[in-house]
């Protein structure tokens, strides 16, 4: 096995030069040395201890990423904002998808203590709130961001899920629409809480009763909203319009609706949420709000990055959004 001895032997240098050169040392070398070392490195094939190398610094350069969905494309644009700003920084990121599955939630957790990741990332209430169960916070001292509103445990980046939907429901009650439906994600995520809650005051400022039987809880899966439209026909009167809490439920209510015959917008508007790239291939284009999903990754790995270097993150960063009109509404 090559060792930086053998390295430094090539060189002809130090160890201790061999070593400031693999690290990026503040320490001034010479450019001719610098290119010495990182021949020998290169001839001899040489491959740094990461285990070693992360014991002598006390850091592994590694951070721990959870998500709910791998699946989901709102997850996969956050991640790579995430992934972009952790390689420019010299980090890996290792992925955890947990499902929202809580037995899958802890077992990564326990992982992430092994590997003696740097910080972590969280993306979904509820792994936020398995973690501080299992007291992963408090065996060892992290540096942690949020993505989303979970109640202030953690420096967090998020945007006003609220504000956002009642927004959407204003452009619908706007175009005329006075019986609006709400297919809303799984009732313990804090994402679809705040956005029903958008929602109903939207129908509260025009006058407008909240009715419980307009809203359909689903899995922010096509198949989920699927499932809640043909829920919602299933009686009459129909809603006119319906707002969904995710793009992919969105598509998934839009093809219900064409499969009973009916047309979008014509017999029903749909709005959907986070604005994927589906949303504007799919028929008939679909009105939406944007959500700058690569700059809420980007975002909170450069909180991360800033938690590690000792210094002072604000509690909450909150970033704008946008409403995509297109042909749906």
């Known amino acids: 096995m090559v060792t930086i001895k053998d390295v430094a032997r090539r060189a002809g240098v130090s160890v201790t030069t061999v070593s400031r050169v693999l690290n990026n040392s ?17 001839e001899l094939g040489f491959c740094p201890n990461a285990a070693a190398r992360s014991l002598q610094l006390n850091e592994t350069r590694m951070i721990g990423l959870m998500l709910p969905d791998v699946a989901n494309p709102y997850y996969s644009g956050i991640v ?35 590997k003696r990741v740097d910080g972590v990332i969280f993306m979904g209430g509820g792994v936020v709130e398995d973690a501080r169960e ?52 799984p009732s313990s995520s804090t994402t679809s809480r705040d ?16 009715e419980p ?12 909203g699927y499932e809640a439209v043909r829920k919602l026909l299933e009686h009459k009167p ?11 439920m969105a598509v998934g209510a839009i093809k219900a609706l064409a499969d009973e015959g009916l047309s979008v917008p014509r017999d029903m508007a749909v709005v ?20 700058p999903v690569y700059e809420l990754g980007a975002t909170a790995m450069r909180l991360l990055r800033d938690l590690l270097g000792g210094r002072t993150v604000p509690q909450v960063t909150l970033l704008p959004v946008e409403l995509i009109i297109r042909e749906s509404a």
């Open 26 to 42: 503040p320490h001034p070398i010479s450019p001719e040395t610098r290119r010495k070392v990182l021949e020998a490195v290169a």
């Open 134 to 185: 299992d007291h992963f916070f408090q065996k060892e001292d992290i540096p942690t961001v949020v993505i989303g509103r979970h109640f202030g445990f953690f420096p967090s980046v998020q945007i006003d899920n609220a504000d956002a939907a009642r927004r959407a429901v204003i452009h619908l009650l706007e175009r005329g629409h006075r019986d609006i439906a709400c297919i809303a994600g």
């Open 80 to 114: 790579r904002g995430i992934e972009d700003v952790a390689h420019q920084e010299g980090y890996t990121v290792i992925l955890c998808n947990t499902d929202r599955s809580r037995e899958r939630t802890l077992k990564y957790l326990r992982v992430l203590r092994e």
């Open 272 to 291: 959907g949420f986070d604005d994927i790239p589906l949303a504007s291939y799919v028929l008939p284009r679909l009105t939406t709000v944007r959500v």
């Open 195 to 210: 956005r029903l809650a958008g929602y109903r005051q939207a129908l509260e400022e025009k006058g407008l009763k909240y």
């Open 213 to 224: 039987s307009r809203i359909v809880h689903a899995d922010f899966t096509p198949h989920g």
């Open 238 to 248: 129909w809603p006119t319009a319906l707002l969904a809490h995710n793009d992919l």
